[in-house]
């Protein structure tokens, strides 16, 4: 079945340090790819998003490259703010080849990102 | 801000009681769902409504029970829970189930005793 696997956190960085939370994938067919934020006390929010093989999701200075060949969409920012510190999920939705999806999201287990001033 | 509004947003409740979380979207969308966060887990898909009509049951005990009387409202029926049902309840929607992006509500953190 379909899996999504992170890298383990937690993560703890200094502002404005380069960030990079590793997300690859197993899935059939034609996944889309997410990368979802949950801030402390709140639901989940879409971050970005690539639905083909090397789109490039973009957001808030944060990018997601989707890789069919190494089946991975890693999460980077060039400069960390305090503000950034939340949970971070990469999660996938299989969809035909018409690009209809199947509704079913599958999430890894998130990542916990700290930035210190 | 969110579309998606979920009550209450904490609940603790004992074993033997019986109680209801809501889940009401503002977006206009088709589709809603039902996902349980613990802790150490990653998010698992519950239930899914398409206009009304449930899709997807994840094997989810029977103690839950899930109502959508119109595309803007889900419910989640709890009874007879167990200590290890605690977990983040996060509803989300979509304009249909055919399509990708979903928006959560804030969740509800259920205790149960």
């Known amino acids: 079945g379909d899996s999504v696997t992170q890298m383990e956190g937690p993560v703890t960085l200094s502002e404005e340090a380069f960030l990079t939370i590793n997300c690859t994938y197993t899935?059939?067919?034609?996944?889309?790819l997410f990368w979802y934020v949950q801030y402390p006390g709140e639901g989940l929010q879409l971050l970005l998003k690539?639905?083909?093989?090397?789109d490039k999701g973009s957001n808030k200075g944060f990018e997601a490259t989707y890789r069919k060949e190494t089946t991975s969409f890693h999460l980077e920012k060039g400069s960390v703010q305090v503000s950034d510190s939340a949970v971070y999920f990469c999660?996938?939705?299989?969809?035909?080849?018409?690009?209809?999806?199947?509704?079913?999201?599958?999430f890894g287990q998130g990542t916990i990102l700290t930035v210190h001033p | 801000e969110t579309g998606v509004t979920q009550t209450p947003r904490h609940l603790v409740m004992g074993m033997t009681n019986k109680k209801s979380l809501k889940c009401e979207q503002h977006?206009?969308?088709?589709?809603m769902y039902w996902y349980k966060q613990s802790a150490k887990k990653p998010l698992e898909l519950m239930f899914v409504?398409?206009?009304?009509?449930?899709?997807e049951n994840n094997s989810v005990p029977s103690r839950f029970s899930p109502e959508c009387p119109n595309s803007s409202h889900l419910f989640l029926h709890l009874h007879t829970l167990q200590p290890e049902d605690s977990a983040l309840y996060l509803c989300?929607?979509?304009?249909?189930?055919?399509?990708?992006?979903?928006?959560f509500g804030p969740g509800t953190r259920l205790t149960v005793l």
């Open positions: 989300a929607s979509s304009p249909g189930q055919a399509t990708d992006t979903q928006y």
């Open positions: 899935a059939t067919g034609y996944p889309s």
């Open positions: 690539a639905t083909k093989a090397d």
């Open positions: 999660a996938l939705m299989r969809t035909d080849a018409g690009g209809t999806s199947y509704g079913k999201l599958t």
């Open positions: 977006l206009g969308h088709n589709a």
């Open positions: 409504y398409n206009f009304k009509e449930q899709t």
